[in-house]
């Protein structure tokens, strides 16, 4: 994990727009948690893929940790959809949400993860549990920075996988304190087409 080598991109085979496809956050090489998404855009430089509205999340039984994930007594993806960036190669991506009846732009979330992996119809990465919020006004605040290190006593990362990953949010403050973010500010206005949420298909 330390390091995060960037690449040039996923793999050969492209998604096509409405694809639907698993994302699955796994550890170790145990699926921790499952759920379909339809892919927004697949280049080399983006993969974008929108978590629809009552999307059903599937765990493992028993949970590796002893507890259960916070999303596990959902069952389902409340809320508003969201849109995930990612660019190939980086420890972490770009979740987009929006809030209320009108579907106001809320925020950028920057979730620390896995770079991500293609496999046939699947999209492997896993947590990392550290979060930057950004604000539509540009502000942003560091979120789970005690959590991480009670993930570290827990054994789901080491002391050094910790610091890389705190290395990682580091690297993209510093490039908010720059001014500069690699995503476009327009994907704030997206929207999904009609027909992307609940029921969701895979295949």
Same mark, same amino acid.
């Given at each position: ?17 409405? %694809? ?24 080399? %430089? @983006? ?35 969201? @849109? ?5 190669? %980086? ?31 699947? @999209? ?5 549990e550290l979060d ?6 540009? &502000?942003?605040?560091?979120?789970? &920075?005690?959590? @991480? ?22 690297e993209v403050i ?9 995503? %476009?500010?327009?994907? &704030? ?15």
């Amino acid at each position: 994990m330390p390091g995060y080598p960037r690449c040039g991109r996923l793999g050969p085979v492209r998604w096509r727009e409405g %694809d639907v496809v698993e994302w699955r956050e796994t550890w170790r090489g145990q699926v921790v948690l499952a759920f379909p998404v339809r892919v927004v855009a697949d280049r080399d %430089d @983006l993969i974008a893929v929108y978590i629809p509205s009552g999307a059903p999340l599937a765990f493992p039984d028993p949970w590796p940790w002893g507890d259960h994930h916070p999303w596990q007594p959902r069952g389902r993806f409340e809320g508003h959809g969201v @849109l995930v960036l990612h660019r190939p190669g %980086d420890a972490y991506a770009v979740w987009v949400f929006w809030e209320g009846p009108e579907r106001r732009f809320q925020e950028w979330y920057v979730n620390l993860q896995d770079p991500i992996e293609r496999h046939d119809r699947v @999209l492997v990465t896993f947590d990392h549990e550290l979060d930057l919020r950004i604000a539509p006004d540009g &502000s942003w605040q560091l979120k789970d &920075s005690e959590l @991480l290190d009670e993930r570290v006593r827990q054994g789901r990362f080491s002391a050094a996988e910790a610091s890389a990953i705190r290395a990682c949010a580091a690297e993209v403050i510093a490039d908010l304190e720059r001014g500069t973010r690699w995503w %476009d500010d327009g994907w &704030s206005a997206w929207n999904p087409p009609p027909g992307w949420d609940e029921p969701a298909p895979y295949g």
